[in-house]
């Protein structure tokens, strides 16, 4: 059975996607952190991220920088974007990155709540400075 993410690579549910290439897609997370907080994943549903074979795992970081460096400009108030890979939530390969100010921004039980305007404005910000970083 797919993955919730490969349903959103698949377009078959919706998702505020920020950035994509052919081999991964960058969305906003619906259930964040911190505004900003960005999944970025591989379009090939694998499990584990050290399953992942070597010239994957270093494109998907690379993706996931030029992901990072777009939310640097965008949340300029952000001491960090922080970075972080758990794996258990959803069965399928996937990078938060995250707007950091202080540690508890990193705290996956700690939620903000935005609206679907606030959504929208962030993810036209952010696909709009990764474009420029090309």
């Known amino acids: 059975m797919a993955s919730i993410f490969t ?8 998702a505020y996607i920020v950035a994509e290439d052919d081999k991964h897609i960058a969305f906003l997370d619906i259930s964040p952190n ?8 591989p ?3 694998i499990d584990y991220l050290f399953d992942m074979p070597e010239e994957d795992y270093l494109s998907l970081m690379q993706f996931a920088r030029k992901v990072a460096k777009a939310l640097e400009q965008v949340f300029t108030g952000a ?3 922080g970075m972080a890979v758990v794996g258990l939530e959803v069965p399928h390969v996937h990078v938060h ?15 903000v709540e935005l609206s ?7 993810q036209h910000a952010i ?7 090309d």
């Open 7 to 14: 349903k959103i690579i698949n377009r078959e549910i919706p």
């Open 116 to 122: 679907p305007k606030d959504f929208e404005e962030m």
């Open 34 to 41: 911190a505004p900003g907080h960005t999944l970025v994943v």
């Open 97 to 111: 990155l995250i707007p950091l100010n202080e540690m508890s921004d990193m705290d996956f039980r700690k939620k």
């Open 79 to 81: 001491k960090r974007i």
């Open 127 to 133: 696909q709009t400075a990764y474009k420029n970083l």
């Open 43 to 45: 379009k090939q549903e």
